[in-house]
């Protein structure tokens, strides 16, 4: 089974520019989720899908963060215009719910380290 | 609030032996999940074991083993004969039973495993 598949592994820009990510989850996975991991921390989550809808956006930086999913399978990530401080790894993780609330195990993929300069 | 806390930043031990990850957790909820992930250098995140809140029996896979402590708040991981292969980020975490409730991340344990 193929895991979670992410590109680019590695972006260098400058601020303010513009800069975009791409996730294709396990295949029949409907719940996507984008997390963003500083060096140092843990990731943290910055919004979740269920299929093409949004389950939870509370942490996204939504002046400058936006996602979608708009098939219900692929996602991407875009960031514009970029800061200093969103130099990070950005994760991507899909789950299929096993039974009942919370006990779906998310899977990652390599994750995206983007510099900003 | 929920919240994990891994205290030991980094752990450097010789191959062969033993070496213990630290997690202490704080929640509210009497329904919550427990996790382990292990981060190598490549980056992505390994699902390593998924422990429910109402089952505190301990679990070993392989050279792998977790103790699940309620009493302490507290959820272990126990690596016996480290390899260097078990270098790497290890990540704690905690998920409540409600719907809503994200998975919440430790800040991990760097291990160093030398040979």
């Known amino acids: 089974e193929a895991g979670v598949a992410q590109s680019p592994r590695y972006k260098i820009i400058e601020k303010r520019q513009s800069v975009a990510f791409w996730c294709n989850p396990i295949?029949?996975?409907?719940?996507l989720y984008w997390y963003q991991q500083i060096l140092g921390q843990g990731p943290k989550l910055l919004i979740q899908?269920?299929?093409?809808?949004?389950?939870?956006d509370s942490q996204l930086p939504k002046d400058r963060f936006s996602a979608e999913r708009l098939k219900g399978v692929d996602s991407t990530l875009k960031i514009q215009p970029a800061k200093l401080e969103d130099s990070a790894v950005y994760l991507c993780?899909?789950?299929?719910?096993?039974?009942?609330?919370?006990?779906?195990?998310?899977?990652f993929g390599p994750g995206t380290r983007l510099t900003v300069l | 609030a929920q919240k994990v806390t891994q205290a030991q930043t980094e752990i450097s031990v010789v191959e062969k032996e033993d070496v213990t990850l630290d997690c202490v957790y704080e929640?509210?909820?009497?329904?919550?999940?427990l996790f382990w992930y292990k981060q190598p250098p490549s980056g992505e995140l390994v699902f390593l074991i998924r422990r429910n809140s109402f089952d505190e029996q301990n679990e070993i896979s392989g050279r792998y083993s977790w103790n699940f402590q309620k009493s302490t708040s507290s959820f272990n991981f126990t690596i016996t004969a480290s390899q260097v292969v078990d270098s790497a980020v290890y990540f704690c975490?905690?998920?409540?039973?409600?719907?809503?409730?994200?998975?919440?991340f430790g800040k991990g344990t760097r291990l160093h495993i030398l040979p």
């Open positions: 929640t509210r909820d009497t329904t919550y999940y």
């Open positions: 975490a905690l998920r409540g039973g409600n719907r809503d409730d994200k998975i919440i």
């Open positions: 899908f269920q299929n093409n809808g949004v389950v939870d």
């Open positions: 295949s029949g996975h409907a719940t």
């Open positions: 993780a899909s789950s299929s719910p096993d039974t009942g609330v919370g006990t779906d195990t998310q899977y």
